[in-house]
């Protein structure tokens, strides 16, 4: 029996984790969930939006299936995402997508993305300079990348490509312009990749040329590594290659905590309307069975998510179907009885 947090979310979020639950247990994974508050939720509940307990929970259990969390834009309460992944230095953010429905823009296109998701541009140094009488002449932002940052992020790219069967590596990159910063990690994942000689293919390609690349022929890639804010861009890119965010998991690893979830946020336009798809937090919570060792589960469930969603043709609002969540929630336990 696996212990697991669990953070249902906002605006969409209990909708789709209900239909996620009902699917991990009708594959027979044995899980015992440690139900805890985050996001608009706790704040409403426990007065914080990231209560002491949801974080003791994920130090103990260090593994979380979490729904999308409503964050407030401009003012506010900071990012619980953003605090999570500090608190627990989610170092590397897996972003696999690959092609469910044919006949879309790309067939068979199945690419994964490796993020790093603690260092460069996001970690929010800025600031605004005035100059004479204007509050905000000049803003500023500093990029922070480590040698010991790219070291980690690129290890754990490589050993993912080993693990996962994979071919190549790809490292997308702009140390022609950012000599320093993107010059250090493209040194490093370079150097890394030496250790890995022989068993798998690298190259490395220019973000804004990769950008192309990847409309013109996703084909060519395989595994993408690259930094915090290119790796934010190109994942959502890469989710529109396969139809868009109701299909695209991530999954959010460091040494001492894994937290699992879907891409895409809480939907506040169409929360509680009972139309949301669940297969992006379903496909997260197949990572988070890999991540504890029964992927035999994981396996049956992505399968039964591909034959609903294919063959059977039961599909949600964002597809072009007419599946309410419970409808197509429905379609895959029935796929697993
Ligand atoms: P969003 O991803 O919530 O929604 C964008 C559009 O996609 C909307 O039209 C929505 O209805 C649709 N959509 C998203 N997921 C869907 C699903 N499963 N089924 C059907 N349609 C779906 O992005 P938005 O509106 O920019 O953000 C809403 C809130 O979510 C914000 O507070 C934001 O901060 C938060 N957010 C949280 C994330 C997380 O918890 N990891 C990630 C991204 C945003
Ligand atoms: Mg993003």
Redesign the pocket.
Known sequence: MHRVTLIR?????PE?TAATLRVIEAAGALIEWDEQLG?VAALNEAGTPLPDATVASIRETRAAL????????GTGFR???VALRREFDLYANVRPAATILPGGRYDGVDIVLIRENTEGLYVGHEMVIPVAGDPKAVAQATAIVTRAGCERIARFAFDYAIRHGRRKVTICHKANILKASSGLFLEVTRDVSERYHGRIEVNDVIIDAAAMKLVLDPSQFDVIVTTNMFGDILSDQIAGLIG???LAP?ANVGDRAALF??????????AGKG???????ILAACLLLDHLGEAAAAACVRQALVTVLRDDGVR???LKGHATTVEFTDAVVRRLA
Do not use: F, Q, W, Y
């Open positions: 979310g906002d605006g969409i979020g789709i996001g979490k729904g999308p969390l409503t964050t407030p834009v990012s619980v995402n868009g965010l109701g991530g979830e879907a891409v895409h946020g809480s939907a506040p336009d169409i139309v949301a798809n669940p297969s992006a937090l949600t609002r964002d």
